[in-house]
């Protein structure tokens, strides 16, 4: 708990330590003219005290009264002018609690054996001079005159203290008593200042520091998503050092922002608190923490209480966590369901026979042995011993008997369901017990200190029992672990409390939780949520956050100037997603995937190519298929009437391979349809350049046999036929479409056609297509069968006008003319058309220059051999006549 609420700064403190320092320094004279064999103690501080003697002294600081009337320091030799006031029950019980704890050790034939302890309690009054006296006063010991051989030294007058109960008395002593190496072990002193082991080389304790209360606070506010809290601090070392540690472990453990830190005043500031109050009400943080004493919190709900600020949570330090004063009908409006942090309630059996069993008589020996249980059977009572103790302004009423009952009074001293300070008392004793036991234990021979010796009652220096104690390790009957780190922190344990707001107006503090370090597990946060009392008419925990958290599918984006808590929800761009709560970044797809409309995940892009499921590709597969079944229905006719002279005119052989190259171009259209695939890429180009090449090298022979025909039927033109026989016709074609088919295979082998997942198009999209790998080889297959269809479409132009009624020149020179205008738009078209469309227009394209050809070729020829008949004679061909019915 913290540090003592003095209205000392810390430079008036230091000064009063330093003063008593050098007072401490006229303590001894040494006397004996040539051998220093004694040490005489030349002044005492009268303080309020008990203690029982033992071969071992164990030294204890409580708070048994709260307040001095004189808080300055007194040396004198009359005992009645130290006046402490305002006896506390709950601090004389922490000081038996010690004398229990060693009066147990003492029977325990397991610890100690041969070993009697005893101790020397002293009272400090709440004031910080008096706590500096008496921890120089165990140090220097009761006794006015010491032995030794030659100096003052030996085994101290005490071996380990327990206490002080408050941080500021804990650094003044420990500055001083830890030159000394002798071992303190505090148990409510929590300022984590007390962890520098350098400044503090002797000083332990059994409770945890601020430092890990500051961190048990922030693993709390991130159990409940509190990212926005206020946070009030008391004026004094126990605050600040809370409110540095908080603001650095909040930073880092990222868990949210303080809205406010404000520092609670001492004493009576009403402007201040009002100033205080008033930012509470203003800010949006729902939640305040608040690391300051019961005296802040009792002025802070005053003002709280008459402005009517209402919907906070509090959470409470275990400076007020267990404040009864503060659990009124009148706070818990505002203050049901605090949530707090409690020192670790343990279970001390035995102990309430104990102290039911303490009689005025208790340890009764000279020099106020035991002032303080009669102190304490005066207040109990309401009565007063003859004359009074020494250091207590006398009581009024009847003279003590000493045969009172204290069963038979109502005192909080007995009540020992809440044991918290007391367990943390108990544990300190035992420490100090299980060390001075190891040490006892020691072989000889086989000790740690130089040339491994051990160490010894009668030699024993206080450094050395506090080795023993950094490594002592004992599990209480409570079953706690008990040791010391490295900085003299023990393992740090702490309960999380709740206050109920029961129906009927009482108060309840329920434990809801507990917060601890092991070893093993490092620090670990129990909550029992359905246990605790929300003071809301949600009855569940409040939303407290600078902004709203972020949806999956936005990112946060800092608000300028303001705390990293404070935020605006930027939605997530395009292809990119956030698929948690308050994502600082959002993330991109990967290649294949695109942000869906929420943003919060991704999907497979949708995929485009030339589908034969979709209307065009459905429409261009059943044109295809129709050309092939026109090809196929031509063949047959002309298989059919393959004796009539329609069909036998210029080389009916050629009009069959005619129509069979037709027949593979419309099917090979079939190739460019469907999702691409490394054979339909590589195959498509190739198949569409050997069928048309085969095609128009058929057309081509057939218009250089018209030529040759009309050539030979003049005088001396008979021997060009030679050249143009049924074989040098088949060659020339096989020639022809050999030399397409070589540029086929060359271009597959250096740069083969591949299929490709392009994202260029579109972002969402993956538009399956086939690169043609060499623009070279792909112009070079157009180019040549371009050059075929020009060389074709000259010659059939140049034969146009030849003499016989049926010329197929004019055939040939229209389904040219036809063939070339397709494929001189398509150029253009296709280079200009993304995606599945460029092999829409190619398919197009082939399909227009395959009907072409077929209809401009075969259209009239299957009229005649259909419709009329009369004209498929060798006469009406030939233009000499027609034949009559």
């Given at each position: 708990?913290?540090?003592?609420?003095?209205?000392?700064?810390?430079?008036?403190?230091l000064y009063?330590y330093?003063?008593?320092i050098?007072?401490?320094?006229?303590?001894?004279?040494?006397?004996?003219?040539?051998l220093?064999?004694?040490?005489?103690?030349?002044?005492?501080?009268y303080?309020?005290?008990?203690?029982?003697?033992?071969?071992?002294?164990?030294?204890?600081?409580f708070?048994?009264h709260?307040?001095?009337?004189?808080?300055?320091?007194?040396?004198?030799?009359?005992p009645?002018?130290?006046?402490?006031?305002?006896?506390?029950?709950?601090?004389?019980?922490?000081a038996?609690?010690?004398?229990?704890?060693i009066d147990?050790?003492?029977?325990?034939?397991?610890?100690?054996?041969?070993?009697?302890?005893g101790?020397?309690?002293y009272?400090?009054?709440?004031?910080?001079?008096?706590?500096?006296?008496?921890?120089?006063?165990?140090a220097?010991g009761?006794?006015?005159?010491?032995?030794?051989?030659e100096t003052?030294?030996?085994?101290?007058?005490v071996?380990g203290i327990?206490?002080?109960?408050?941080s500021?008395?804990?650094?003044?002593?420990?500055?001083?008593?830890?030159?000394?190496?002798l071992?303190?072990?505090?148990y409510f002193?929590?300022?984590s200042?007390?962890?520098d082991?350098?400044?503090?080389?002797s000083?332990?304790?059994t409770?945890?520091?601020?430092a890990?209360?500051v961190?048990?606070?922030?693993?709390?506010?991130?159990?409940?998503?509190?990212?926005?809290?206020?946070?009030?601090?008391?004026?004094?070392?126990?605050g600040?050092?809370?409110s540095r540690?908080?603001?650095s472990?909040?930073?880092?453990?990222g868990?949210?922002?303080?809205?406010?830190?404000?520092?609670?005043?001492?004493?009576?500031?009403?402007?201040?608190?009002?100033?205080i109050?008033n930012?509470?009400?203003?800010?949006?943080?729902?939640?305040?923490?608040?690391?300051?004493?019961?005296?802040?919190?009792?002025?802070?709900?005053?003002?709280v209480v008459r402005?009517?600020?209402?919907?906070?949570?509090?959470?409470?330090?275990?400076?007020w966590?267990a404040?009864a004063v503060l659990?009124?009908p009148h706070?818990m409006?505002?203050l049901?369901?605090t949530?707090?942090?409690?020192?670790?309630?343990?279970?001390?059996p035995?102990?309430?026979?104990?102290?039911?069993?303490?009689?005025?008589?208790?340890?009764?020996n000279?020099?106020n042995?035991?002032?303080?249980?009669?102190?304490?059977?005066?207040?109990?009572f309401?009565c007063?011993?003859a004359?009074?103790p020494?250091?207590?302004i006398?009581?009024?009423?009847?003279?003590?008997?000493?045969n009172?009952?204290?069963?038979?009074?109502?005192t909080?001293?007995?009540?020992?369901?809440?044991?918290?300070?007391e367990?943390?008392?108990?544990?300190?004793v035992y420490?100090?017990?299980?060390?001075l036991?190891?040490?006892?234990?020691?072989?000889?021979?086989?000790?740690?200190?130089s040339?491994?010796?051990?160490?010894?009652?009668k030699?024993?220096e206080p450094?050395?029992?506090?080795?023993y104690?950094?490594k002592?390790?004992?599990?209480t009957?409570?079953?706690?672990?008990?040791?010391?780190?490295?900085?003299?922190?023990?393992?740090?344990?702490?309960d999380?409390?709740?206050?109920?707001?029961?129906?009927d107006?009482?108060?309840?503090?329920?434990?809801?939780?507990?917060?601890?370090?092991s070893?093993?597990?490092?620090e670990?946060?129990?909550l029992?949520?359905?246990?605790?009392?929300?003071?809301?008419?949600?009855?569940?925990?409040?939303?407290?956050?600078?902004?709203?958290?972020?949806?999956?599918?936005?990112?946060?984006?800092?608000?300028?100037?303001e705390?990293?808590?404070?935020?605006?929800?930027?939605?997530?761009?395009?292809?990119?997603?956030?698929?948690?709560?308050?994502s600082?970044e959002?993330?991109?797809?990967?290649e294949?995937f695109?942000?869906?409309?929420?943003?919060?995940?991704c999907?497979?892009?949708?995929?485009?190519?030339l589908?034969?499921?979709?209307?065009?590709?459905?429409?261009?597969?059943?044109?295809?298929?129709?050309?092939?079944?026109?090809?196929?229905?031509?063949?047959?006719i002309?298989?059919y009437?393959?004796?009539?002279?329609?069909?036998?005119?210029?080389?009916?052989?050629l009009?069959?391979?005619?129509?069979?190259?037709?027949?593979?171009?419309?099917?090979?259209?079939?190739?460019?349809?469907?999702?691409?695939?490394?054979?339909?890429?590589?195959?498509?180009?190739?198949?569409?350049?050997?069928?048309?090449?085969?095609c128009?090298?058929?057309?081509?022979?057939?218009?250089m046999?018209?030529?040759?025909?009309f050539?030979a039927?003049k005088?001396g033109?008979?021997?060009?036929?030679k050249w143009?026989?049924?074989?040098?016709?088949?060659?020339?074609v096989?020639?022809l479409?050999?030399?397409?088919?070589a540029?086929?295979?060359?271009?597959l082998?250096s740069?083969?056609p591949?299929?490709?997942?392009?994202?260029?198009?579109?972002?969402?999209?993956?538009?399956?297509?086939c690169?043609?790998?060499?623009?070279?080889g792909?112009?070079v297959?157009?180019g040549?069968i371009g050059?075929?269809?020009?060389?074709s479409?000259?010659?059939?132009?140049?034969?146009r006008?030849?003499?016989?009624?049926?010329?197929?020149?004019k055939l040939?020179?229209?389904?040219?003319l036809?063939?070339?205008a397709?494929?001189?738009?398509?150029?253009?078209a296709y280079?200009?058309?993304?995606?599945?469309?460029a092999d829409a227009v190619?398919?197009f394209?082939?399909?227009?220059?395959?009907f072409?050809?077929?209809v401009?070729?075969f259209?009239?020829?299957?009229?005649?051999?259909?419709?009329?008949?009369e004209r498929?004679t060798?006469?009406?061909?030939?233009?000499?006549g027609t034949?009559?019915?």
């Amino acid at each position: 708990m913290a540090v003592m609420g003095a209205n000392l700064n810390t430079f008036s403190l230091l000064y009063v330590y330093l003063m008593l320092i050098l007072f401490s320094s006229t303590f001894f004279t040494s006397e004996s003219s040539s051998l220093f064999s004694t040490c005489k103690l030349r002044r005492q501080f009268y303080l309020n005290g008990m203690h029982k003697p033992g071969d071992v002294i164990l030294g204890g600081l409580f708070e048994v009264h709260y307040t001095s009337v004189f808080p300055e320091l007194t040396f004198t030799s009359e005992p009645n002018q130290l006046s402490c006031r305002g006896f506390d029950p709950p601090g004389f019980r922490h000081a038996m609690t010690m004398a229990f704890a060693i009066d147990e050790i003492n029977k325990n034939s397991n610890l100690l054996p041969n070993v009697t302890l005893g101790y020397s309690l002293y009272d400090n009054c709440a004031t910080l001079v008096i706590g500096f006296s008496a921890a120089l006063s165990l140090a220097s010991g009761r006794e006015e005159q010491f032995l030794f051989q030659e100096t003052c030294l030996g085994t101290p007058p005490v071996l380990g203290i327990v206490g002080d109960s408050f941080s500021t008395f804990s650094i003044a002593t420990s500055d001083v008593i830890g030159l000394f190496r002798l071992p303190i072990v505090s148990y409510f002193a929590t300022c984590s200042c007390l962890s520098d082991r350098q400044r503090f080389p002797s000083f332990f304790r059994t409770i945890p520091s601020d430092a890990f209360q500051v961190r048990a606070m922030i693993q709390i506010l991130k159990r409940f998503g509190w990212t926005w809290a206020g946070l009030l601090v008391s004026d004094d070392d126990y605050g600040l050092h809370v409110s540095r540690s908080f603001q650095s472990d909040l930073a880092q453990s990222g868990g949210g922002c303080l809205a406010y830190t404000e520092i609670l005043p001492w004493g009576d500031n009403p402007a201040e608190l009002r100033r205080i109050v008033n930012v509470m009400k203003k800010s949006t943080a729902r939640v305040v923490i608040v690391f300051a004493h019961q005296i802040h919190m009792i002025q802070l709900m005053e003002e709280v209480v008459r402005q009517n600020v209402t919907g906070l949570q509090w959470m409470a330090s275990e400076a007020w966590t267990a404040a009864a004063v503060l659990q009124t009908p009148h706070l818990m409006p505002y203050l049901g369901g605090t949530l707090g942090i409690a020192i670790r309630r343990g279970e001390i059996p035995g102990l309430r026979d104990f102290l039911s069993g303490i009689r005025p008589d208790f340890h009764d020996n000279n020099n106020n042995g035991n002032s303080l249980v009669m102190q304490f059977w005066e207040y109990t009572f309401q009565c007063r011993f003859a004359p009074a103790p020494a250091g207590w302004i006398e009581a009024g009423g009847a003279l003590c008997t000493g045969n009172e009952d204290l069963e038979n009074v109502e005192t909080e001293f007995l009540d020992v369901s809440n044991l918290r300070p007391e367990y943390n008392i108990y544990k300190a004793v035992y420490a100090l017990a299980y060390a001075l036991d190891d040490m006892l234990l020691c072989e000889a021979g086989r000790g740690p200190f130089s040339g491994h010796s051990c160490a010894t009652l009668k030699t024993l220096e206080p450094w050395q029992l506090m080795y023993y104690l950094e490594k002592v390790n004992f599990t209480t009957p409570f079953g706690d672990e008990v040791s010391f780190d490295g900085n003299g922190d023990a393992l740090p344990i702490y309960d999380i409390m709740n206050w109920l707001w029961l129906p009927d107006g009482r108060t309840k503090v329920q434990n809801v939780g507990v917060v601890k370090k092991s070893p093993f597990k490092g620090e670990e946060l129990t909550l029992h949520e359905d246990k605790i009392f929300w003071n809301f008419d949600s009855k569940q925990p409040p939303r407290s956050a600078c902004s709203e958290s972020c949806p999956p599918g936005t990112r946060m984006a800092r608000k300028k100037g303001e705390p990293v808590c404070c935020f605006d929800c930027v939605p997530c761009s395009e292809g990119k997603i956030s698929n948690e709560t308050d994502s600082m970044e959002c993330i991109s797809c990967p290649e294949d995937f695109w942000s869906s409309p929420q943003r919060d995940h991704c999907v497979p892009k949708k995929t485009e190519f030339l589908s034969y499921h979709e209307p065009l590709g459905i429409c261009l597969t059943v044109t295809s298929l129709l050309g092939t079944f026109i090809c196929a229905v031509v063949l047959g006719i002309f298989i059919y009437h393959r004796s009539t002279p329609m069909v036998r005119a210029n080389n009916s052989e050629l009009s069959f391979l005619l129509l069979v190259s037709l027949k593979l171009c419309f099917l090979c259209s079939l190739l460019f349809i469907g999702r691409p695939r490394l054979w339909t890429c590589q195959l498509r180009h190739a198949a569409f350049g050997i069928s048309f090449v085969l095609c128009v090298s058929c057309i081509l022979v057939k218009t250089m046999v018209v030529l040759a025909v009309f050539k030979a039927s003049k005088p001396g033109g008979g021997a060009s036929l030679k050249w143009f026989g049924a074989v040098q016709q088949r060659g020339t074609v096989l020639v022809l479409t050999s030399v397409q088919a070589a540029i086929c295979i060359a271009w597959l082998v250096s740069s083969s056609p591949a299929p490709h997942k392009n994202t260029q198009y579109h972002n969402d999209k993956i538009v399956y297509e086939c690169v043609i790998g060499s623009t070279i080889g792909f112009a070079v297959l157009l180019g040549y069968i371009g050059l075929l269809a020009i060389l074709s479409f000259l010659l059939a132009f140049l034969a146009r006008n030849l003499p016989d009624n049926f010329n197929e020149a004019k055939l040939i020179t229209f389904s040219m003319l036809i063939f070339c205008a397709v494929w001189v738009a398509f150029v253009p078209a296709y280079v200009n058309s993304p995606g599945k469309y460029a092999d829409a227009v190619e398919v197009f394209a082939i399909l227009a220059s395959s009907f072409g050809l077929l209809v401009a070729l075969f259209g009239p020829k299957c009229y005649i051999i259909l419709l009329r008949p009369e004209r498929n004679t060798k006469k009406a061909i030939m233009g000499r006549g027609t034949s009559k019915t």
